[in-house]
């Protein structure tokens, strides 16, 4: 059994000085509406639309609907505006967040020593650059070479390397590991979008899309996750390049989602399991996005979903919703998980992580660590079902401490969604 982590976010750690973005966001403020007639609904997409607000969930207009959660973050110029025009509607809100720059800040990095080597220093606890990431998978893989390989998965946009981790099935030192692995190829990408992670530190802490430049440079990035060949731009997807869920030129347009795709394609024989992680929301998705229908092992995808929310619910209380991402979030296509299963992976998820808004896209750098800790049991508690089902003589229970969780399956944050 072949395991593929899509695993496109990363955890951050100190870097030197304190990061100073240039698009700034004091006065900013992020607002939780609940509409509660069909009017109202109208009325907030044609407010969303017009003053061009950044929607955190859900992701366009078109998906308000009457009873379903909205957050808006409203720059400090239109907050007034904004709130007027709500009042003259009569449509109740209530601020999550009341200044988005201090929130920011506060999650930035601060000042640190600048001689700590990454594997002393790269904490948990803290955001990392995509520099620390690098050297984080380098050193990972040097002190444990008997289980790690790093490969060359491709280039991006901006011609920066893609690298992957698989964890080996010729490890010899714990029987237990051993025995697990005779089974079993993790592979795992701890970031996708590198051009736009480094983008989102250096320039937009908010920026979701790659870095490619589209209608000769006036617009910027792809969103990734509605660029492959699954369904591609039928629906919850935009063709306009400005848009943050612009699906790209056609599918698989973006070298990112080439690379990925390309590997899996040469492997889907063998792999069984794709985990692609995002935030926000506490999901646990099931295919489709972009339709209905339900795939053939949908009662199976449920029961395994369901087990895993459970897991995860018994380490901190946290609880995930599970679901076709069409019936309990939005609808959307090209995802790279309704491609995986689309191409004959059977069991193909999406994890959106903590929280549920209160935070949204600024998670405090303090919830990284109890959010890995209980999404590996969610993780683990799917991988032990599909090796019990697949190798039932071979399989064994796969628990955290047995392979590690700073070492196996490292989730953790992405700088935002992608």
Not at 191 to 200: K, M, P, W
Request: charged share 20%; hydrophobic share 35%.
């Amino acid at each position: 059994m072949w395991l593929f982590l899509g695993i496109i976010f990363s955890v951050g750690t100190l870097i030197p000085g304190k990061l100073s973005l240039k698009l700034q966001y004091d006065g900013d403020q992020v607002l939780h509406i609940v509409p509660e007639t069909f009017q109202q609904v109208q009325h907030l997409q044609h407010l969303c639309s017009t003053l061009l607000l950044d929607l955190w969930k859900p992701l366009q207009p078109e998906d308000i609907w009457a009873g379903e959660d909205l957050h808006i973050r409203v720059p400090a110029p239109l907050v007034q505006e904004v709130k007027d025009s709500l009042a003259q509607h009569m449509i109740s809100y209530r601020v999550l967040i009341p200044d988005v720059h201090k929130l920011v800040d506060q999650s930035m990095p601060r000042e640190r020593s600048n001689h700590r080597q990454v594997s002393e220093s790269y904490v948990y606890t803290q955001y990392h650059p995509m520099e620390e990431i690098y050297q984080w998978m380098s050193q990972i893989q040097k002190n444990n070479s008997e289980l790690v390989t790093q490969h060359y998965l491709g280039k991006t946009t901006e011609n920066r390397t893609m690298y992957y981790l698989q964890i080996l099935q010729n490890y010899k030192s714990d029987p237990k590991i051993n025995r697990f692995l005779q089974n079993l190829d993790l592979y795992i990408l701890p970031v996708l979008n590198i051009d736009g992670y480094i983008y989102s530190w250096e320039k937009d802490r908010f920026w979701r899309k790659n870095r490619a430049p589209y209608m000769n440079g006036t617009c910027y990035g792809t969103d990734l996750n509605r660029n492959f060949n699954s369904s591609w731009g039928s629906v919850g997807v935009s063709y306009n390049c400005d848009s943050e869920i612009f699906c790209g030129s056609g599918p698989e347009s973006e070298p990112e989602t080439r690379a990925v795709a390309q590997f899996i394609k040469r492997k889907k024989n063998d792999i069984l399991c794709y985990l692609t992680i995002h935030s926000y929301g506490q999901y646990i998705l099931t295919p489709y996005g972009s339709t209905t229908k339900p795939p053939s092992n949908s009662e199976e995808l449920m029961h395994v979903a369901e087990k895993a929310a459970a897991a995860l619910m018994e380490k901190y209380g946290t609880s995930y919703k599970v679901g076709p991402t069409s019936l309990i979030l939005y609808n959307n296509s090209g995802s790279s998980r309704d491609w995986a299963h689309m191409i004959g992976i059977p069991f193909s998820y999406t994890f959106e992580l903590r929280d549920n808004g209160t935070y949204g896209f600024v998670l405090p750098p303090e919830q990284i660590q109890p959010t890995c800790e209980e999404t590996m049991l969610a993780v683990t508690t799917i991988i032990d079902y599909v090796g019990q089902k697949y190798f039932p003589g071979g399989a064994v229970m796969l628990t955290s401490s047995s392979l590690g969780l700073s070492l196996c399956l490292t989730v953790a944050f992405k700088w935002t969604v992608s």
